[in-house]
């Protein structure tokens, strides 16, 4: 089904920015998250890092399956900057949706819902290279029928326990990207590839100090946001991290 009021190469901020959220939320029309976000794009939520279109998408497909009639309308946008130099933008959405089959938040309840997201992007040659988003998750869980404060608890052990939580995030993580100058190289270390470069990145992971300084709750931190438990350990990327710093001018 075609967008017709929707045209991605002469569209304003404002209307771009809806106008892929339409084609992706209205007419299901997921494989445009390949044109529309970059391909090593973080999307990061309170809830995780979701890095690339490798990992995007799935997660969009499992949201639609989870809540098949999913809807999201654009109420505002706010940006600054333009089409051709790039911008930023603020969009607030209205989600209907009715929680039809199991996922991540459990059994069907088959309740009809009505909640607000915020998403901030950052866009350049017409792809979103970095976004935020939030959820009003207290008002999802809420209208399920749901305790908040227990489907809270049971979701941080699902994810690893109250050591892999937000408030207890390194402190030399960066949030705000790569602020001491050019990223190093992390592939550098044996076992850390490029996919999983993007993962540390995401989590504010840029530089072999950072790494080379992580202390014990450092590392079960972020090994709690990978994959494949262990590695940072088995692989000793500490020591190798700490080679490559001290012979960084040699």
Same mark, same amino acid.
């Given at each position: 089904m075609a967008n017709l009021d929707f045209d991605p190469l002469t569209s304003e901020p404002p209307e771009w920015i809806l106008g892929i959220t339409r084609e992706i939320w209205e007419f299901r029309?997921?494989?445009? =998250?390949e044109r529309h976000?970059?391909?090593?794009?973080?999307?990061?939520?309170?809830?995780?890092?979701?890095?690339g279109n490798g990992g995007v998408i799935p997660a969009t497909m499992a949201t639609l399956a989870e809540f098949p009639d999913r809807e999201l &309308?654009?109420?505002d946008v706010i940006w600054h900057g333009d089409r051709e130099n790039g911008f930023v933008s603020s969009h607030r959405l209205l989600c209907r949706a009715t929680h039809a089959r199991p996922g991540m938040y459990g059994a069907p309840t088959n309740r009809a819902l009505r909640y607000r997201i915020l998403a901030d992007c950052a866009v350049r040659d017409?792809?979103? &290279?970095d976004e935020? =988003?939030?959820r009003d998750q207290c008002a999802i869980v809420r209208q399920m029928g749901l305790d908040e404060r227990r489907w809270t608890a049971d979701l941080i052990e699902r994810e690893g326990g109250y050591a892999a939580t937000a408030q207890n995030r390194p402190e030399m993580l960066m949030r705000d990207g790569p602020v001491g100058g050019k990223p190093d190289d992390l592939k550098r270390i044996k076992g850390i590839g490029k996919k999983l470069e993007k993962v540390l990145n995401g989590l504010g992971v840029y530089y072999f100090r950072?790494?080379?300084?992580?202390?014990?709750?450092?590392?079960?931190w972020v090994d709690s946001k990978l994959k494949f438990k262990?590695?940072?350990?088995?692989?000793r990327w500490v020591p190798q991290a700490? =080679?490559?710093?001290?012979?960084?001018?040699?």
């Open positions: 029309a997921i494989s445009t =998250l976000y970059a391909d090593d794009v973080p999307v990061r939520s309170p809830a995780s890092v979701v890095i &309308y654009g109420e017409d792809q979103v &290279y935020w =988003l939030v950072q790494i080379a300084a992580f202390s014990a709750a450092d590392m079960a262990g590695r940072i350990v088995r692989d700490d =080679l490559f710093e001290r012979n960084r001018d040699t």
